[in-house]
C-alpha cells in the first residue's frame, strides 16, 4: 500500500529535521512537537513574513505578553465558561475521544462542531460508531464539555489561580487601558502579537494540525464602526475563493471565486473590514508558498461561531484529503473589552469629541450610601459603580422593586428608591465609546505545516527517485547551498571562500562537503534549498573565477562569474 502524504511528510520531517515527536526518550507526550533545525527556520522566516506584513507594513505595533494570567482574566472573557470542546469517554477502555472528529472522520458530514451536543449523540447512534481504540459501541454513552485551558497555580502553595493562555488575545486586550495612551488615544489602531498558546486537547493528532502547546500571531484592529473604514482599494482586485454559509446549505455547494470589491459589494463578506484584511491575507499565502487551488475561506455558521464573534471567516488549506483551519478573520465587535470593562477597575473606553457640543438625555444614579454602607459593609463601593454601570446599560432595571448587581460573584439586591435612579438634560462634549475589534488570527505550525505539504513532491532526475521541497524562497531555511565537488586540491578552500562571500552579501548559507556531490543535490532538494552552487575544477582554471549554479526545480545547471554571483542570485 503506497503512503498517504501525511505520512511521507512525517518522515522527511524526522529525517531532515523539520519537526518530530517532543520527549521521545521519555515515551513522549501527544501534542507537543519539537522543531528541528530546519523547521525552526521556516518557522521564523514565516513569523519575519508575517510580521512585515501585518504589523511593520500596515502600522501596527507589536507587544510580547505573558502566556500565564490570573483565573480572574478568563473570568472575564468567558473562556471558563465557553472554551469547550466535546468529550466521550469509552466505558470499555476508558479512552477519551473528541465527539465531533469521530464523526467526521467516520461519516460523510465535515462540519460536525458546529453541532450540538445532543445531535452528536444522535449521529453516533445512527452510525453505530465505536471506540477507536477498542471497538466498543458508543450508542448511548453521553457526549459532555471539556474545557481545553490548562489550569496552574501562580506563587507558592496554594497561590493565586491562573491558566495558561488559550489564545494570545487576551494579553492584548488586558493591556488596552495602556495601550491606548501610546496610541494617543485615537483610533483607528492595531496591536499585535507572535507567540505561544495552550489547549489541552482531547485528541491531538496529525503532527502540527492539532497540538496542545501552538505559535499563534494574531492582529487585534481596534476602530470606531461608525468613523473607520479600510483602504478596500488597496485589495480590490485580490481574487478570493469564498465558500460562503449560502453555498454551504446547498447540496452541490462549492467556493466562488470573487474579487474583494465584489465579496463586499454583493454582501458575501458582511464587514469590508474582513474583507479587507482577507485580500491582505491571501496576498500573503501566496507569497509564502501555499497553493492556492488547495485553498479556500469558509465562512462559519450561525450555531458555529465563537461566544465573541458576529461573523467569522476560516482560511482552510486541502492537505491529504482534509480541509484544515489555519487562521480566523472574526469580527468580535467590542466583547472583549465591555467584558473587561464590566470586570476590572480600569477603563477600556476611548473619548470621542463631537464637533459640536450636544445637549443629551443620560441615566444617572446617586446611590444612598447612608443606607449602602450598613447593609453592604465593605462592598458597598463596589455596589455603587455597578448601579452605575446599570444605569447606562440597562436603565429598565431600576423600573423593578429591586435592582440585582453582581460583585465578586455573588448577587446584591439593592432596593430601587435607594438607588436614586434619574433622567437628566446634560451637555456633553463628547462621549465614551468602547472600540470595536477586527482579529485575524493565524495559526503559525499549522501554516508551516501547509506549507511544507504543498511544497512536497516526487520525481525523477537522472532516473532517480528525488523527493524535493518546492519551498518559496521566503521561507526556505537556506537560501544557497555551497560545495566542493570535492575537498581537496584547494576546491573546499575555494567553496569556503564562496560561502563566505554570499553570507557577507546577506544570504543564508549552507556549506557541504560529505558525500557525492549528487547525494548533496539530494539533501538540499529534500530541505527545500532553492539553490545549490558547485566549486568544481573548471573554477579553478578559468579566469574569471565560474562555479556552476543548479536550480532546484528545474535541476539545470549554469556557469556564473563569481564576481557577479551574489548580484545573479
Excluded at 96 to 117: C, G, P, Q
Excluded at 252 to 281: C, F, N, P, Q, R
Aim: charged fraction near 35%; charge should be negative; proline fraction near 4%.
Amino acid at each position: 500500500m503506497s503512503k498517504s502524504l501525511t505520512e511521507k511528510l512525517s518522515e522527511l520531517s524526522k529525517r531532515r529535521g523539520f519537526f518530530f515527536q517532543s520527549s521521545e526518550a521519555y515515551g513522549g507526550a501527544a501534542g507537543f512537537q519539537t522543531f528541528g533545525p530546519e523547521g525552526a527556520e521556516i518557522k521564523r522566516n514565516v513569523e519575519n513574513s508575517w510580521r512585515e506584513t501585518f504589523s511593520q507594513s500596515l502600522g501596527h505595533r507589536e507587544i510580547e505578553a505573558p502566556t500565564i494570567m490570573p483565573e480572574a482574566v478568563f473570568e472575564a472573557s468567558g473562556h471558563l465558561d465557553t472554551f469547550d470542546d466535546m468529550i466521550i469517554e469509552c466505558p470499555e477502555c476508558g479512552t477519551s475521544s473528541r465527539a465531533d472528529h469521530l464523526v467526521e472522520d467516520n461519516t460523510e458530514i465535515d462540519e460536525a462542531e458546529a453541532f450540538s451536543n445532543k445531535k452528536i449523540e444522535e449521529l453516533i447512534k445512527e452510525h453505530n460508531l465505536v471506540c477507536p481504540s477498542c471497538g466498543e459501541e458508543l450508542t448511548g454513552v453521553k457526549v459532555e464539555d471539556f474545557n481545553l485551558m490548562f489550569e496552574t497555580s501562580i506563587g507558592p502553595g496554594s497561590g493565586q489561580p491562573g491558566y495558561l493562555r488559550p489564545e494570545t488575545a487576551q494579553g492584548i486586550f488586558v493591556e488596552f487601558p495602556r495601550l491606548k495612551e501610546y496610541a494617543r488615544n485615537q483610533l483607528p489602531f492595531g496591536i499585535t502579537q507572535i507567540g505561544k498558546a495552550y489547549r489541552n486537547e482531547i485528541s491531538p493528532r496529525k503532527g502540527l494540525v492539532r497540538v496542545r502547546e501552538l505559535t499563534q500571531a494574531e492582529l487585534e484592529h481596534f476602530i470606531d464602526p461608525d468613523e473607520d473604514r479600510p483602504p478596500i482599494e488597496d485589495v480590490e482586485d485580490v481574487e478570493l475563493k469564498l465558500y460562503s454559509r449560502k453555498e454551504q446549505d446547498k447540496e452541490d455547494g462549492k467556493a466562488v471565486k470573487m474579487t474583494v470589491k465584489e465579496a463586499v459589494d454583493d454582501e458575501v463578506v458582511e464587514s469590508d473590514w474582513i474583507a479587507y484584511y482577507l485580500g491582505i491575507a491571501k496576498q500573503w499565502y501566496e507569497s509564502i508558498g501555499i497553493d492556492m487551488e488547495r485553498f479556500r475561506f469558509r465562512q462559519h455558521q450561525n450555531d458555529e461561531l465563537s461566544h465573541y464573534a458576529s461573523d467569522c471567516w476560516d482560511a482552510e488549506s486541502h492537505v491529504d484529503g482534509d480541509w484544515i483551519e489555519i487562521t480566523g478573520f472574526a469580527y468580535r465587535g467590542c466583547y472583549d473589552l465591555k467584558k473587561h470593562n464590566q470586570y476590572s477597575r480600569d477603563d477600556y473606553t476611548i473619548f470621542k469629541e463631537y464637533d459640536e457640543p450636544k445637549t443629551v438625555e443620560k441615566n444617572t444614579v446617586s446611590p444612598d450610601m447612608g443606607y449602602l454602607g450598613p447593609e453592604f459593609g465593605d462592598k458597598a463601593g463596589k455596589i455603587k459603580e455597578k448601579l452605575e454601570a446599570l444605569a447606562e446599560e440597562e436603565p429598565e432595571a431600576f423600573e423593578a422593586d429591586k435592582v440585582l448587581v453582581e460583585v465578586d460573584g455573588e448577587e446584591y439586591a439593592v432596593p430601587s428608591d435607594k438607588c436614586n435612579f434619574s433622567v437628566e438634560k446634560v451637555t456633553e462634549n463628547g462621549e465614551h465609546i468602547l472600540p470595536q475589534v477586527v482579529e485575524p488570527s493565524f495559526g503559525i505550525d499549522r501554516i508551516v505545516y501547509t506549507v511544507l505539504a504543498h511544497a512536497f513532491d516526487e520525481d525523477e532526475v537522472d532516473d532517480e527517485k528525488r523527493t524535493v521541497l518546492h519551498l518559496s524562497e521566503s521561507v526556505a531555511p537556506t537560501e544557497v547551498a555551497v560545495f566542493p565537488l570535492m575537498d581537496k586540491e584547494g576546491l573546499g578552500e575555494k567553496a569556503r571562500d564562496v560561502a563566505d562571500m554570499l553570507r557577507d552579501q546577506g544570504f543564508s548559507v549552507k556549506y557541504d562537503d560529505t558525500g557525492n556531490i549528487g547525494k548533496r543535490y539530494r539533501r538540499q532538494d529534500e530541505v527545500g534549498t532553492p539553490v545549490c552552487v558547485t566549486v568544481d575544477y573548471e573554477t579553478l582554471e578559468e579566469d574569471p573565477e565560474t562555479v556552476t549554479v543548479r536550480d532546484r526545480d528545474s535541476t539545470e545547471q549554469e556557469r556564473v562569474e563569481i564576481s557577479k554571483l551574489a548580484e545573479y542570485l
